[in-house]
């Protein structure tokens, strides 16, 4: 049998991987982010209003959290490949069936069930396969891919911008959505792998199978259950609750609240684009800092910081360098936090299972991310400002460091109990 292709390549078939998943993130991304520039033109054209038209982001949010687990057991059936073949398809056409809507109830299905189930698959399959080829790098590179998801905000969401005012929303939207059905359906199918051993290959390029930090075996993987009821499981998942209940809800009630200390709105909406900036720096280097220190380390300092920026947030003047400077903060502290808990997961529970694992803690991240804009929104109702909603999501956040803080592997214990019996 002749070697495979994979194996000739000048370089570890890893970095393939990694590409993929960043285009994968770029142009799912770009299609997710860019939805919100579509609803005025369509709420317009219908005569919707606002509630009933962004009605269709909560939908999708809360389809794509409890999607998150099955997208796991689907990829251990059928194969990661055709999984993300059908995560791309369903994705891609849910944004082209939402170019031909006519009916609010077709908006909803479109978007907040076929589109949300696509990006669940795209966003918890790749992640996870390339946590599995890489061991010693494995911070760096799921850190690092994520500023995919910057370049969709920097290239594709201006672009769409510019041209529904010339083609119009309808032709834009299906451009966009045969776009993501061509670049991540075909990506995904034709070069993803299972892991790097279905090639006759190691993690990170190594001649022989990585040792673990407690020299563990590298096929000794969790029994899934038994990961699910441990608590190293449950305080990740605790964790990843705040982390992203904060990180969704931040960016709903901090413009406004700028604007309602003074600031313009046109200033305020400029630091989105500095925190894009600053959240890839943040993927960049806390990514080094994740290999260097680990991956529980670097969600403890990222969550601590954004905890510290949300409370910094209530004290900003009326100032826009105060402001740029918060977004600074906030950017690079966003950037290093959420893509770490995957690369955790895999650490802690090892490889097996690791994609359904992932998608147990995106659906406890989607709990929070539904539920804090409501708690926030309901605070800014009670006070008539936005001061005890920043302060609680800086409690939240603060809480997602602890937990993340108090976690430790459960290997550590196992091995422990390994040497005692082994000098016995």
């Known amino acids: 049998m002749s070697e495979r292709w994979e194996k000739k390549l000048p370089f570890y078939y890893g970095w393939v991987i990694f590409a993929i998943t960043f285009l994968i993130y770029m142009f799912m991304y770009g299609l997710r982010y860019s939805v919100g520039i579509f609803f005025e033109p369509i709420r317009n054209d219908f005569g919707w209003t606002n509630a ?50 006519t009916a609010l109830w077709q908006l909803y299905i479109a978007w907040g069930l076929i589109a949300a189930t696509g990006s669940a698959a795209l966003y918890v399959v790749p992640t996870m396969v390339l946590s599995k080829f890489f061991h010693k790098k494995r911070g760096s590179t799921v850190g690092w891919s994520s500023v995919g998801v910057s370049a969709g905000q920097a290239l594709i969401i201006p672009w769409i911008a510019s041209v529904i005012p010339v083609w119009g929303w309808r032709p834009s939207m299906l451009f966009l959505g045969v776009m993501v059905i061509c670049t991540t359906s075909v990506l995904g199918f034709v070069f993803l792998r299972e892991d790097p051993e279905e090639l006759g290959l190691y993690p990170d390029g190594a001649d022989s199978p990585p040792e673990t930090t407690v020299d563990r075996p590298l096929n000794d993987d969790w029994d899934m259950k038994a990961a699910v009821g441990s608590w190293s499981f449950r305080l990740v998942a605790i964790s990843y609750f705040f982390c992203l209940g904060g990180v969704i809800s931040i960016m709903t009630f901090v413009v406004p609240h700028m604007i309602n200390i003074g600031i313009s709105s046109v200033q305020a909406s400029r630091a989105f684009g500095i925190i894009g900036m600053m959240s890839a720096v943040g993927s960049i280097l806390f990514g080094l800092f994740s290999d260097r220190f680990g991956r529980k380390w670097t969600i403890v300092a990222t969550t601590g910081l954004l905890a510290i920026a949300f409370g910094v947030a209530t004290v900003i003047p009326a100032n826009i360098t105060f402001l740029y400077a918060w977004t600074v903060l906030y950017g690079l502290s966003y950037g290093g936090a959420p893509e770490q808990y995957a690369a955790i997961i895999t650490d802690y529970f090892g490889r097996h299972d690791s994609t359904t694992l992932f998608g147990f803690i995106t659906l406890a991240g989607g ?50 109990k390994a040497v005692v019996v082994k000098h016995d």
């Open 52 to 101: 009933m038209t962004a009605s269709g982001v909560t939908i999708f949010f809360w389809v794509y959290a409890f999607t998150a687990p099955l997208v796991g057991q689907l990829a251990r059936k059928i194969g990661v490949r055709k999984t993300v073949l059908m995560g791309g398809l369903l994705l891609g056409g849910g944004g082209v069936i939402l170019s031909q809507i």
């Open 367 to 416: 709990i929070g991310g539904g539920l804090f804009p409501l708690i926030g929104g309901w605070l800014v109702d009670q006070t008539g400002n936005y001061y005890a909603t920043l302060l609680f999501l800086a409690v939240g956040m603060g809480l997602g460091s602890i937990t993340a803080f108090v976690s430790k592997d459960p290997n550590q214990n196992n091995q422990k």
